[in-house]
C-alpha cells in the first residue's frame, strides 16, 4: 500500500472522529442530528442538523488553530455545500418550512469546540 493511500485513509478516519465529536456537541446545545456525511453528486454535508424549525448544514473542519479552521471553508467548498443543500432540500420537502442557515464547527487542540452559526450566505 501507498503512503499517499495510509494518509489519505488516517485524514478520512480523523475527519469522520471529528464529525462525531461535532455531532455530540450540537446534541449538548439542543439540536437532533438528521445525517452525517450526508453525500450525493453535488457534494458533501458534514452534519445536518435541526432543532426548533430551523434546519442547518454544518462544516466540520478540525485543524491546529481557529484561523486555519475558518480559511479551510473555501469559497468553492461553501458552493458545493450550498448546491448539496439545495438538493437535499428537494429530497426532504418534509423540510421545505424550515429556514435554513449554514454553520461552522470549528475543532482545533485544547480548546471545546466553536460552533459558528450562520457563518455564510448561500451565494455569498
Known amino acids: 500500500m501507498s503512503d ?3 494518509l489519505r485513509r488516517e485524514a478520512y478516519s ?3 472522529r471529528a464529525e462525531r465529536l461535532a455531532a455530540w456537541w450540537l446534541r ?3 439540536y437532533r442530528i ?3 456525511g ?3 453528486r453535488l457534494g458533501e454535508i458534514d452534519l445536518i442538523a435541526k432543532r426548533g424549525s430551523v434546519l442547518v448544514f454544518v462544516e466540520v473542519k478540525r485543524r491546529n488553530e481557529e484561523a486555519a479552521a475558518m480559511r479551510a471553508i473555501s469559497l ?3 458552493q458545493r455545500i450550498a448546491r448539496a443543500a439545495r438538493l437535499f432540500l428537494q429530497q426532504n420537502p418534509q423540510f421545505s418550512l424550515c429556514a435554513c442557515r449554514f454553520d461552522a464547527l470549528l475543532l482545533y487542540p485544547g480548546r471545546l469546540p466553536l460552533h459558528l452559526p450562520d457563518v455564510w450566505r448561500e451565494g455569498g
Open 38 to 40: 450526508w453525500r450525493s
Open 28 to 30: 449538548l446545545k439542543g
Open 76 to 78: 468553492r467548498q461553501r
Open 14 to 16: 480523523r475527519g469522520r
Open 34 to 36: 438528521l445525517a452525517r
Open 4 to 6: 499517499d493511500a495510509s
